[in-house]
DNA sequence: TTTTTTAATGAACAATGTTCTAAAAAAAAA
DNA sequence: TTTTTTTTTAGAACATTGTTCATTAAAAAA
């Protein structure tokens, strides 16, 4: 009988419906100030019936984070249309910038935010798949390049968190509202025009 | 008569130990964990007391941000034994991350947090001076880098934020979490050789 | 001593995440 | 169809939070 397939299916649709609105007030007013009981109205269900499809707060927003990597993923995959490494290599950095600019609270949330983490480490000895599956890729384009002697430079693993590193500390000054009370000209165009200095630096060495 | 004088100097101890109080706790337990019945409850006062010499808790991280600033640029002043402008640059670099690595919760309140922003937002049309000058102390010194030769490059801002940014990304995936979890060598080990290749990156330039 | 100004308090408010017990609904068994 | 069992939902309750406000205590001025 399907009685409990449908049953297995209108569980999974109610968790959809929390994750969905938990994303769109969090994307509208932010993490803390989205509450619980906020989620709950709006999906017309008492606040205490989301705990029985999660743990807690940060558990709902570590699954909002999982599934913004697949987004991300998505962004990046843009990148496979160059042939050459390193130019695979300037087009995922300027892709990263880019999903980060375009959605700066998944960004947050996956890169910034304790929130995810906190849960993460709440599960015992649990990796951080998500990222690392990200930073893996992020050092094969790089092992190309080494391979290719685009770049040289042996240490695979320091370079790579280097140039992670440079991407996410040009968005993240943005992000955390830092680059804009000092005077700087438009945040979007000196992130640019940094990451091309940056590009030069990688390309000539 | 120094009747006056003398409140008012007692009004400046009592925002002095609720700033002391304040920090002390916050290196300890973190900012969230650190409450304003806390931080009274330690010093021997009413809780509401509290707000006759702050606005709000905002405010009070705010200040202790600024005071951080002063420590950071304690920090950033054993770079001037450096005659040479490059020497110094990579010498500010190494010291910024130290100062990041040895103390992280500070630096996150300085680069990271939101509260102190959000303060300083409350405040119409104020800029963020301590950020401003620290940074405006980078740019002069790369300015006497290009002015040598030993950098080329015209875009002194955007050269500026780009190094500014690359030393924020390093500790800062260091500092929310990021690093761990990933299957990463030693953070620290990591960051200091990420760091060797930035500086020999922009030396050869 | 009396008046006025200043400082400190304690109670109270609204909001939060979370838990727990009881009710309602649905499914399974009789 | 009726009864029993299981699952789902709700509502009340708890402990905490930042913050405010009327009232009391203290100190200074007159």
Redesign the interface.
Known sequence: MGVSERRIRERLDARQSILATARELFLLKGFEATTIRNIAEKIEYSPSTIYQHFKDKNEIFYTIHSEAFAELVRYLNASEMHKNPMDQLIALGQIYIQFALENPELYDLM????AP?DF?NYLED???IE??MA?DYLKSVIANCIQQGLIK?T?L???S??I???????V??SI????L?????DPDT??Q??????S???V??
């Not at 890169?111 to 304790?114: A, K, R, T, V």
């Not at 009370?181 to 000209?185: A, C």
């Not at 025009?193 to 940056?198: C, K, L, T």
């Open positions: 890169f910034i935010m304790e983490i993460l649990a990796n951080w990222g690392k930073f430079e240490d693993e320091s370079l968190y280097l992670w590193s440079t991407v996410h500390g040009l993240t000054i955390r509202k830092r680059g009370k000092i005077g700087l000209s000196i992130i025009r940094s990451f091309a200095i940056f030069h630096l990688l000539k060495s």
